[in-house]
């Protein structure tokens, strides 16, 4: 079965300082996408970022960049120099290639964001 | 261009009966997929079209939900005789294909609360 799991409900960071959020995930399948998805009280989910399985490469986004460690199966956001705007609840997400598309969530963490 | 557009925003309706939620995908993408979002909860997996095809309905909690998409583009989510555990928002998302390199855009969700 696939999973993801976020084990911090809520976060909290300093405007203009630098969080990081935790995702661990796991598949059977050897080729996947992962996800980190923005959610604000609008309830419009944003995409923030997206790794593909087979690159090594860290994705990155302006401030938003991941850890991606695929033997430990972890999937960490990285958000430098903090905005008020970044405080939403984020999701981490996967998609294995061969199962039509469909996204398996985490259960969200709680970011805040303090002036 | 317009984005995904689901109806009602809000739903409030008492124990026991129908409701039907209505999504409207971007024009041409193929792929529309379902997810429900319980208070405080990730967002969990109900059903993904592809076309008008059902290929994945593993995520439909009873057999009082079901959906339909006609014409390749809006779909109907309907839940008979419901539950107060049936409260929650309802998200519709949709992609032009099924694959990961094409983003999902999701509508900003019905948010159902049964009395």
């Known amino acids: 079965a696939q999973t993801v799991t976020q084990s911090q409900p809520e976060m909290s960071v300093q405007e203009a300082e630098t969080v990081t959020l935790s995702c661990t995930y796991d598949t059977s399948e050897s080729d996947y996408y992962l996800f980190w998805y923005k959610q604000p009280p609008s309830r419009q989910m944003i995409l923030v970022i997206r790794q593909e399985a087979y690159k090594q490469q860290n994705a990155t986004e302006n401030r938003f960049s991941v850890n991606f460690q695929k033997a430990a199966k972890s999937f960490s956001l990285k958000i430098s120099d903090s905005q008020l705007g970044d405080a939403a609840m984020y999701f981490c997400?996967?998609?294995?290639?061969?199962?039509?598309?469909?996204?398996?969530f985490g259960q969200g963490t709680e970011l805040s964001v303090k002036p | 261009g317009a984005g995904v557009s689901q109806s009602p925003s809000n739903k409030v309706t008492e124990k026991g009966k129908d409701v039907e939620l209505r999504c409207d995908p971007i024009?041409?993408?193929?792929?529309l997929y379902w997810y429900r979002q319980s208070l405080g909860q990730g967002l969990e997996f109900l059903i993904y079209?592809?076309?008008?095809?059902?290929?994945?309905k593993s995520g439909l909690p009873s057999d009082r939900f079901s959906a339909e998409r006609t014409g390749g583009s809006v779909s109907t989510l309907t839940i008979q005789r419901t539950q107060q555990e049936d409260s929650a928002v309802y998200l519709c998302?949709?992609?032009?294909?099924?694959?990961?390199?094409?983003?999902?855009?999701f509508g900003n969700g019905t948010r159902l609360t049964v009395t």
């Open positions: 998302a949709s992609r032009s294909t099924r694959d990961g390199y094409s983003p999902l855009h």
């Open positions: 997400a996967s998609q294995n290639y061969n199962q039509g598309g469909k996204l398996i």
């Open positions: 079209f592809q076309g008008n095809s059902a290929p994945d």
């Open positions: 024009s041409g993408h193929t792929a």
